[in-house]
């Protein structure tokens, strides 16, 4: 995509571009060409983790696999409506399930790569916990998973060169310990895996509120107008920034309440009308207790 020349689009130019420039396939999923050569696969049955895969002239990279085998099929098949070319690099932005529960569809591939927490997770009586506890939710193809896990891991930062682009692996704790996000120079791209969620209420059920907030603090320091979050549709830099401003004002809000000598039940009983008014619009408006629950444990034991 290093095109010389090449002017990028405004913020607002490109988000209606990406509101008409999906292309819809099969079963509720839908893939859009988020720049030349990258996709971003969104919705699908179960939960609607995103996977995102970037075509170089070697081959395809592949960030994220969904929540069963099933799920990551489809994906496989976008892949192939595009290219030929060989599965090279799968990457597990987290250990959730709904990222790398479909890992086994790419085992094939040269490697797949995470920080070295996500293999610790998901090695062993954790993982299986953590599949078993997927399989309470009802998802179709959930019984066909078989946790896949990552062969590479790093701990703080690798780098992967590959068809023209430069791939910077970056570890960032906040929505679990072991997050990563990925930064394309020449896309001025960032994969944020759940470090964000465009247009709903994040899953913090094993966050790091502070963590969370620094390492969106620092992912802003990279020079980047495109986000792929890891839930809801691709778009600029007021996808990032309404993520941080959701995560600064759950703890500004909380922080109050503690200062005041509240308890955690007083505390949601004020923060969430608060939230939910600011953040009506957006989903999983259910889950705002538990993130306020949450953030009222981090910072109560500070």
């Known amino acids: 995509m290093a095109v010389k020349g090449l002017r990028w689009l405004a913020a607002g130019l490109f ?45 395809v990279v592949v960030v994220d696999t969904r929540v069963t085998p099933m799920e990551a099929d489809k994906v496989l098949k976008e892949i192939r409506k595009q290219t030929d070319l060989p599965i090279l690099y799968t990457i597990n ?20 790569i ?27 193809g959930m019984d066909e998973t078989v946790i896949t896990l990552p062969n590479i891991v790093f701990k ?10 430069n791939l910077r692996l970056i570890h960032a704790r906040g929505h679990t310990d072991g ?14 895996g759940d470090l964000v969620f465009n247009g709903k209420i994040p899953y913090m059920g094993d966050a790091y509120v502070e963590d969370w907030i620094s390492s969106l603090n620092y992912l802003d320091d990279f020079d980047a107008e495109i986000y792929i979050p890891g839930h809801g549709a691709p778009g600029g830099k007021p996808v990032f920034l309404a993520m941080r401003n959701y995560l600064l004002s759950l703890k500004g809000m909380v922080l109050n309440q503690l200062e005041e000598g509240k308890s955690l039940k007083e505390t ?4 969430r009308p608060a939230l939910t008014e600011k953040y009506k619009t957006w989903k ?12 009222y444990l981090e910072y109560n034991s500070k």
């Open 15 to 59: 988000i209606s571009i990406l509101a008409v420039g999906g292309v819809c396939s099969a079963e509720g999923s839908k893939t859009v060409e988020v720049w030349k050569k990258l996709f971003t696969v969104v919705n699908g049955d179960g939960i609607d983790s995103n996977t995102t895969f970037l075509i170089t002239r070697e081959g």
């Open 93 to 112: 932005t987290h250990y959730h399930g709904d990222h790398t529960f479909g890992n086994q569809v790419f085992k094939d591939s040269k490697a797949i």
């Open 114 to 140: 995470a920080h070295e927490n996500v293999r610790k997770t998901l090695f062993g009586p954790s993982g299986k916990a953590h599949l078993d506890f997927f399989k309470t939710m009802d998802i179709p």
């Open 156 to 165: 703080d930062r690798m780098e992967i060169f590959v068809g023209g682009y």
């Open 179 to 192: 997050d990563l996000f990925i930064y394309i120079q020449e896309l001025k791209t960032i994969i944020t």
């Open 268 to 271: 949601q009983d004020i923060v």
């Open 284 to 295: 999983n408006l259910d889950w705002l207790d538990a993130n306020i629950e949450r953030a």
